[in-house]
Structures are given as C-alpha cells and as structure tokens.
C-alpha cells in the first residue's frame, strides 16, 4: 500500500505549487457559482490539494486561496441570483436540481436568515443553493458575507489542515513503518466519518427547528 499510495502523493507534490494553488482557488471559485460542486465536492478537492503541502508558506498559501476563492464563488452565485435567478432556476439544470430542492433552500432561507447561509456551508447541496437563492432575496450582500465569510474560513482550515497531517504524517513514517499507508488511509477516513456525523447532526437539528412555528429569522431576510 505503501508504495501505491507514495505514487499518488508523489504527483500531487509534483505539480507545481503555483499551478495547484492555482487550480484549487479555480474549483473553489465554481464550486458555487456555477453548481460545479455537485459533481465534484469542493472536499475532495481540498483534502487531494492539501496533501502535496510542504511547508507554512504553502499551508498558508492555499489556506487563503481556498478561502478566497470560495468567497469569489459565493459572491458570483448570489450575483447570478440577484440577476438571473429566476432564469437559472427555469434553466435545464435548473429543473434537474429539482424543484424540491430549490423549495427547501428557500424555506430553509426564509426561517433562518443569516444562520442559513452560515449553516449551508457544511451541508451538502444546500451550500451551492444557497447563495443563489440569497441573490433572489432581499437580503443584502454584506450581510451575506457576513455570514458566510467565517463558516468558509472554519471549513478551509478543518479541510487543508487534515489533508496536510494526514500526508505529512505518512512521509515521516513510511520510511519506518510498513503500515503507515493505512496510518494515512485512517486519519481520512476517521475525519471523514466525523464530518458525516457532524454534517448529520446538523441537518437533523435544523430540520427539527423547521418544524417549530416560532424558529423563524425572517430579519435577517427581509431587510430593506
């Protein structure tokens, strides 16, 4: 496995820290703006990314370019849907997303405001819907990023950190241990299942709340 998994990291390191910093702001930037994250999680990017990091300098680097470059990508995605939401969401891809979807994301808005968006970050397809839904309500830019700002710096630092220990942890111990592919294999999956779990938890939460006459944030949403 060892050998294998050397292989993989070996390419990853092999390119060029500009050009995969580069790539990773890149499929961050689409990742929300324009869906490309319900074909290829952002989390799979990042983690694949992170694994060739050799250094702070690089740790930082990509740490701020995954940062910004979700930024970007939310920001795009809620100026589609200031502009084009209606179009989008008639569009072909639109209606593959499927109604419900689109339904969910705005009642999920609707009820929680400026926690929705915080919250959408961590849950699966929400986090692409969500801005553009934001650019169709009256909430106002800044206070999108407001809110969305800190919930994509927690997600870029839980995600490059990992991807960086787990490989960093497996070149220093492979040259000792025949088994440290697997040391590698189980701190990714390890934070992988946390992260499910944490992702579930939230959904179940938030689905719980939904159901509450009173859990409304409708402030956050109908500002002026």
């Given at each position: ?9 070996d390419i990853v390191r092999g390119v060029d820290p500009g050009l995969r910093v580069l790539l990773v702001g890149l499929g961050m930037l689409f990742e929300t703006s324009i869906l490309i994250g ?187």
């Amino acid at each position: 496995m060892n050998d294998i998994l050397s292989w993989i990291l070996d390419i990853v390191r092999g390119v060029d820290p500009g050009l995969r910093v580069l790539l990773v702001g890149l499929g961050m930037l689409f990742e929300t703006s324009i869906l490309i994250g319900l074909i290829v999680p952002g989390d799979t990017v990042v983690i694949v990314a992170s694994t060739g990091i050799t250094s702070w300098a690089e740790y930082a680097a990509l740490l701020v370019v995954v940062v910004g470059g979700a930024l970007a990508g939310e920001s795009i995605g809620f100026a589609l849907g200031r502009f084009f939401g209606p179009r989008i969401r008639a569009s072909r891809l639109g209606q593959k997303l499927g109604e419900r979807n689109w339904v969910r994301a705005e009642n999920y808005l609707d009820r929680r405001g400026g926690i929705a968006v915080f919250i959408s970050r961590f849950l699966p397809v929400l986090h692409a819907l969500i801005p553009l839904t934001v650019g169709t309500s009256a909430m106002r830019y800044r206070r999108f990023l407001a809110w969305t700002a800190p919930a994509c710096i927690i997600w870029a630092v839980a995600y490059v950190s990992v991807g960086w220990l787990a490989a960093g942890s497996y070149r220093q111990l492979s040259s000792q241990l025949h088994y440290a592919g697997y040391i590698f294999a189980a701190i990714i999956a390890v934070f992988l299942v946390v992260a499910l779990f944490v992702k579930k938890l939230i959904e179940r939460t938030e689905a719980r709340h939904m159901e509450r006459p009173d859990a409304t944030d409708r402030g956050e949403t109908r500002e002026p």
